[in-house]
């Protein structure tokens, strides 16, 4: 199989329309089988649900091409046990788990030239999503939905890859206690447009939301989850019910510990511990791990002693271990790593 002609070193993170999707459809209370599809395009009624009330989740995973020139996956049983959490909160009909996971191979197989050579820095991006699709004007759950799944390579989703962020305190919340704050439904993305825009024009990268009750405690960003590193090289990451479960932080948890021998705490964090960690970073599919060299909090700057230049030593030491695991030189824990294609005979 020929890849396709992509400059893949200076890809962004943004899209790219490739050849095939896969496209699933719930109607009478059952799934039809789906199929891959070409069409790019989704017609829908003016009044259909997706429009009207936000009813649509998503997901987000890769693949990669590992030395050995494998295409793999990472955990997809978990982007399909987090996306039938999503389904359940938000009254869709959840697409069988297997089944997930057996239209992301179908996917990622039909666009086998659109996945990064090996040491490349690009990857494939797997956007699997649901939405409401039939007409709805009362304020309840749609009948009908959609299930698809696209995908597109990318590259870095901070500008500068590795180099670490400046971010700032949000003075706008993300999630409400008892909220939707711990599913990927569109509409948190939606209510975090604003202050990502704000953010970027005051020129940050990102904002830190704070729990909304108390703003005394670390939540997350608008696309990753939180890591910090004490003075003692202890992993601590942000407990919260309010909060994404990030499978690249789950996953950092047990690397931490068990590849790393670190201890590893998941706990409330105070926003006034911040100030004395040693490193920081936010870690996310799309993020990867994104070093963190300064939060801002209306004016007040902490700078991690990692610095503005690099990684933190702690952080790059999971980030290597993490990226060894999916590039396959490391030996991946059990079930971690779908083979997609062996030696990208698809
Ligand atoms: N938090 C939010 C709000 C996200 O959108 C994401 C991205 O999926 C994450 C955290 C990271 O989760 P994961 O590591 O499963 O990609
Ligand atoms: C992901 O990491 O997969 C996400 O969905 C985060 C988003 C900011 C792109």
């Not at 959840?94 to 039909?110: D, M, N």
């Amino acid at each position: 199989m020929e890849k396709k002609d992509i400059n893949w070193g200076e890809l962004g993170f943004s899209y790219q329309q490739t050849e095939k999707r896969f496209v699933a459809n719930f109607k009478d209370g059952a799934w039809d089988e789906g199929a891959l599809t070409e069409d790019a395009t989704i017609t829908l009624n003016e009044c259909a649900g997706v429009f009207q009330y936000a009813q649509t989740c998503f997901e987000g995973l890769k693949a990669y091409t590992t030395e050995s020139g494998d295409i793999v996956c990472f955990r997809p049983d978990l982007n399909a046990a987090r996306m039938a959490d999503s389904c359940r909160r938000l009254e869709m009909p959840v697409f069988p788990e297997e089944k997930f996971v057996e239209a992301v191979v179908e996917t990622v197989k039909a666009n086998a030239a659109y996945v990064a050579p090996y040491g490349s820095g690009a990857t494939l991006y797997i956007r699997p999503y649901m939405f409401g699709s039939n007409p709805v004007i009362g304020v309840k759950p749609a009948d009908e939905y959609q299930f698809r799944i696209f995908v597109t390579p990318v590259g870095p989703y901070f500008k500068g890859g590795a180099k670490p962020i400046t971010i700032r305190v949000s003075d706008f919340d993300r999630a409400a206690p008892h909220g939707t704050g711990h599913i990927k439904a569109g509409l948190n993305y939606a209510m975090s447009l604003h202050a990502i825009v704000d953010a970027h024009n005051q020129g940050y990268d990102e904002n830190m939301y704070l729990d909304p009750a108390t703003r005394t405690k670390v939540e997350e960003t608008g696309g990753a989850n939180f890591i910090f590193i004490t003075k003692d090289g202890k992993l601590v990451t942000p407990k919260s019910d309010s909060i994404l479960p990030s499978i690249t932080r789950r996953s950092l948890m047990y690397i931490a510990e068990h590849y790393l021998g670190m201890e590893v705490e998941h706990r409330e964090v105070l926003f006034d511990e911040v100030k004395d960690f040693a490193e920081c970073g936010l870690c996310g599919t799309a993020a990867v791990i994104s070093p963190v060299g300064k939060i801002v909090d209306h004016g007040k700057e902490i700078c991690f002693p990692s610095g503005m230049d690099d990684m933190g030593p702690v952080i790059k030491k999971l980030y290597d271990t993490l990226t060894g695991i999916q590039m396959g030189h490391i030996e991946a824990p059990e079930g971690w790593i779908q083979t997609i294609c062996k030696h990208g005979e698809c």
